[in-house]
T-cell receptor, first 111, second 113 residues
Framework: KQEVTQIPAALSVPEGENLVLNCSFT??????LQWFRQDPGKGLTSLLLIQSSQREQTSGRLNASLDKSSGRSTLYIAASQPGDSATYLC??????????FGAGTILRVKS | NAGVTQTPKFRVLKTGQSMTLLCAQDMNHEYMYWYRQDPGMGLRLIHY???????AKGEVPDGYNVSRLKKQNFLLGLESAAPSQTSVYFC????????????FGSGTRLTVV
């Protein structure tokens, strides 16, 4: 059974810091990995989608990498801002076409 | 382009009552999903559909039924609500199998008293 783990569970950083969120998964038989952002009481917003054949994807200050063989992905946020405060979720799409989520990392960026 | 729309956004039910949650997508996606999100449990798949007229069970299907009569709509029904079904429910859609990502709705917060 696929298991997705996110470390750390919570992170508090001062504004302007670069930070890395980690995601690991146990079964490398995946189509892709997707990073989402969730604000309190809101839905999930897709940030980046990395296909299994890709190594990384970039969008603005966000960069996500994928090492499928080792079952790891990282989300790098450059020059963090208070508006980046949210819960970040990673999810892998299995060959059975189901999305399996990690528990998330709660990020707080202090001004 | 609205994406995935869920109605209602909030609802309070009494134990034993029934209700239907509606999910509508305007992206012509084939696959649709219902998830529930609970503190400490993450997002868990309830039911999903791979096309109009099809449904399948996910990880936590008990107490729920679904229907996909039209490609753009996916309904989640609770026949006899229980306090354990208090949760936030999310609908999602995907273009198809393989490399496509998911688009989520904004959620329905359901409380069963």
């Amino acid at each position: 059974k696929q298991e997705v783990t996110q470390i750390p569970a919570a992170l508090s950083v001062p504004e302007g810091e670069n930070l890395v969120l980690n995601c690991s998964f146990t079964d490398s038989a995946i189509y892709n990995l997707q990073w989402f952002r969730q604000d309190p009481g809101k839905g999930l917003t897709s940030l980046l989608l990395i296909q299994s054949s890709q190594r990384e994807q970039t969008s603005g200050r966000l960069n996500a990498s994928l090492d499928k063989s080792s079952g790891r992905s990282t989300l790098y946020i450059a020059a963090s801002q208070p508006g980046d405060s949210a819960t970040y979720l990673c999810a892998v799409k299995e060959y059975g076409n189901k999305l399996v989520f990690g528990a998330g990392t709660i990020l707080r960026v202090k001004s | 382009n609205a994406g995935v729309t869920q109605t209602p956004k909030f609802r309070v039910l009494k134990t034993g009552q029934s209700m239907t949650l509606l999910c509508a997508q305007d992206m012509n996606h084939e696959y649709m999903y219902w998830y529930r999100q609970d503190p400490g449990m993450g997002l868990r798949l309830i039911h999903y559909s791979v096309g109009e007229g099809t449904t399948a069970k996910g990880e936590v299907p008990d107490g729920y039924n679904v229907s996909r009569l039209k490609k753009q709509n996916f309904l989640l029904g609770l026949e006899s609500a229980a306090p354990s079904q208090t949760s936030v429910y999310f609908c999602a859609s995907s273009r198809g199998q393989g490399q496509y990502g998911y688009t989520f709705g904004s959620g329905t917060r359901l409380t069963v008293v």
